[in-house]
């Protein structure tokens, strides 16, 4: 393996860790604020408890979204040193005001969160939660909006400083408002909706399953199960959304999709497949006929411009995109299936009484994990050969004077580090749930 690839690996590696902290505080975020506000308008010292409960998970993963999220930061400099002279003046704005409206809006305010419970009165702790929840979600809009300039760039111009290019704003609202933000905003942010909403479902089910914690977890279902099948279904939405977008703006990232490879022919789209790149077809696939043209244009007779458009040389790497994004839609629909079969139990009244729902509940946590993780790889690996779209080539922009045997050195100690913090994370985590709530009620004594 030569030094790009090492660099392309460890970044790889630095963001997947760091992107699994992220989705989880924002869905927690809206749900701590769901819990309080029942607790405030209820009184009953079961949301309390549980307000309590989740805020101490997370602090946890704030914590682990912190110490991997400043490596990453580290890597641009050190690894991508031509890629941060290009970008520095855009990604600088968008960072500092992540840094400035959300990083310290949501750390400020986790202090009060956690530790405020007898010190403040309790709206005063109630707008803190809102506030930490407030920051969560400016943190994801900053990073979206760097990112999706990377995609589809606007608000700049190109200046040369010595020899070496950069780009410059000109326009800093175009910049912020470019062609993807808001699509892939709203795709984001509804899957960390998700991933807090069954990580919340998943520890329910857990003690449902071992007859403890039976009121905590009634109700814990009660408030996240209208989360996890809201957003479920927002993402279908926000998705279709992303997708026209992305026909429109990298229309060779939505041919590769789709294993679409005519150059301007009607679309079909693959339930599931191999992508034969030798022989440019899709093998082993079932499909259905021109749907995807009918998703973009709707009409199944339209034309989508395939990847036999573009040079050779300027294609995505297509079978890892096309499996990456098709696993994406598979676990999303079976997320929106196991929701809305959750839901019709949870208003049978029959769901803790369904053991074998449950135990998939349990481990629905891994489900928005997942997606998210290769939601990011196909529309991040769908952009190359192109760091910057049609700007910047990701060959053109690492830091060659950093040596394979320094690349392998970090990439071993990252990924020691990584794997340590993952199990204390793991630990701590356990450790958490299998102490439970505080002295929330059972379902017995409320009665009683």
């Not at 607790?39 to 914590?63: G, P, R």
């Not at 509804?190 to 069954?198: M, N, S, V």
């Not at 060779?252 to 005519?262: P, Q, T």
């Amino acid at each position: 393996m030569d030094a790009f690839f090492l660099s392309r690996l460890q970044f790889a590696l630095t963001i997947g860790f760091h992107y699994i902290f992220p989705p989880l505080s924002i869905g927690l975020g809206i749900l701590l604020v769901l819990m309080e506000a029942r607790y405030i308008k209820t009184k009953d010292v079961v949301y309390l408890d549980m307000t309590k409960f989740w805020a101490k998970i997370f602090a946890l993963i704030f914590a682990l979204g912190v110490a991997s999220g400043i490596v990453m930061e580290f890597q641009f400099g050190t690894n991508w040193s031509i890629y941060s002279r290009f970008v520095g003046d855009v990604f600088g704005s968008a960072l500092a005001a992540e840094g400035i409206f959300a990083f310290f809006l949501e750390s400020g305010f986790l202090a009060i969160l956690l530790f405020g419970w007898n010190r403040v009165k309790p709206k005063l702790h109630f707008f803190a939660t809102c506030m930490v929840a407030l920051g969560a979600h400016f943190s994801a809009v900053w990073i979206i909006v760097a990112n999706s300039w990377q995609q589809t760039p606007a608000g700049h111009h190109i200046v040369q400083a010595g020899g070496i290019a950069r780009a410059e704003i000109v326009d800093f609202w175009n910049l912020a408002f470019n062609p993807s933000t808001l699509d892939r905003l709203s795709h984001t942010l509804a899957g960390a909706w998700q991933a807090g909403a069954f990580f919340v479902l998943s520890v329910a089910a857990y003690y449902s399953l071992r007859k403890k914690h039976d009121r905590f977890s009634a109700v814990a279902v009660k408030i996240a199960l209208p989360i996890a099948v809201f957003s479920s279904l927002l993402q279908l939405f926000t998705g279709h959304q992303s997708a026209q977008g992305v026909a429109e703006t990298q229309p060779a990232k939505l041919a590769a999709f789709e294993g679409h490879y005519e150059a301007c022919a009607p679309a079909d789209m693959y339930l599931f497949g191999w992508v034969d790149e030798k022989e440019e077809k899709v093998r082993f696939g079932v499909k259905i006929p021109g749907l995807l043209s009918w998703m973009v244009h709707g009409s199944c007779s339209s034309p989508l411009a395939g990847l036999k458009a573009f040079a050779p040389q300027d294609r995505p790497p297509v079978n890892i995109v096309f499996q990456t994004y098709h696993l994406m839609v598979i676990i999303g629909m079976g997320l929106i299936a196991l929701s809305l079969a959750a839901l019709f139990f949870h208003l049978r009244g029959t769901l803790r009484t369904k053991n074998w729902l449950l135990w998939i509940l349990v481990f629905s946590v891994l489900g928005p994990q997942l997606a998210n993780q290769v939601g990011w790889a196909s529309a991040e690996i769908g952009r190359q050969p192109w760091i910057v779209y049609q700007l910047l080539r990701t060959s053109d922009a690492w830091s060659p004077n950093v040596s394979t045997g320094e690349l392998y050195f970090s990439l071993v100690l990252f990924s020691i580090i990584y794997a340590l913090l993952l199990a204390l994370f793991l630990f701590l985590l356990m450790d958490k749930i299998q102490k439970g709530p505080g002295n929330a009620p059972s379902l017995e004594e409320h009665r009683a």
